[in-house]
């Protein structure tokens, strides 16, 4: 059975090290023993005293045991006077301290009391956590999401080209935080990142547009950049009845008519 308190839920952690220090300011000197319990420790531990030796310690099997879900732990006194001894109303007093942070605590259970145990119940009881999470696993890959919630998640609408979208950032302290991505969506870019410079790189999206030349439906690949399309000059120059060019000798780009065109042009003037 493991006293570490990193394996339980990350809240739980969080409470201990305050719990601790408030007993230790009562004059309360308080040792945790036993936080998560695996399959095999609580079905070892239930055995004990029904098929196995020793004294009755739990009424529970796997997974009905908070300890089950890291969402439990037991103490025990570490003042020298016995670790168990509670002729002076010793384990009530920590369990109010326990109470002040949020924890259930066992010695006010009805039926069977279980004084060195505390629990937090907000996630709801084992029946609760069999039902929506199945097993621990399940219930253990929500924990990160739990960290996330110290930051304060809001909806922001921003504004692109006309384009309206609405994404969830993050504000802290006044400032907005966009996912990256979110922001290129926003902004037409592609987003490449380079594992080896560690550099996040934008790059304009070429994307298909509409024009109509003389009635007739025409898609030109074209880049949009602070608001303005720049189409393949030799797609749309073609479309429009030219054809572009480059003069080495001048180094410059020319556009002239389509030879198709030109002699369009003189069978009409020849008739
Ligand atoms: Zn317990």
Redesign the pocket.
Known sequence: MSRDIKLLHPEVQAIIPKFLEECKNQGLIVKVT?TLRTKEEQDKLYAQGRTEAGNIVTWVKYPY?N?NWGM???ICRNDGKGAYNDNDGWFKKVGQVGKKFGLEW?GDWKGTP?K??FELTKYGNTNTLVKKYGVFENFKKTWVKNEEKSYMFVNRNYSYNNKIKSFNVINENGENYIKVRDLADLLNKNILYDNNTRITIFEDIVENIKVIINNKEHTIKSVNIKGFNFMNARELSNLLGYEVGYNETLQKIYFQLKKSIISKLKFIKGR
């Open positions: 036993d045991s300890h439990a732990f037991d066992g279980d060195p145990h």
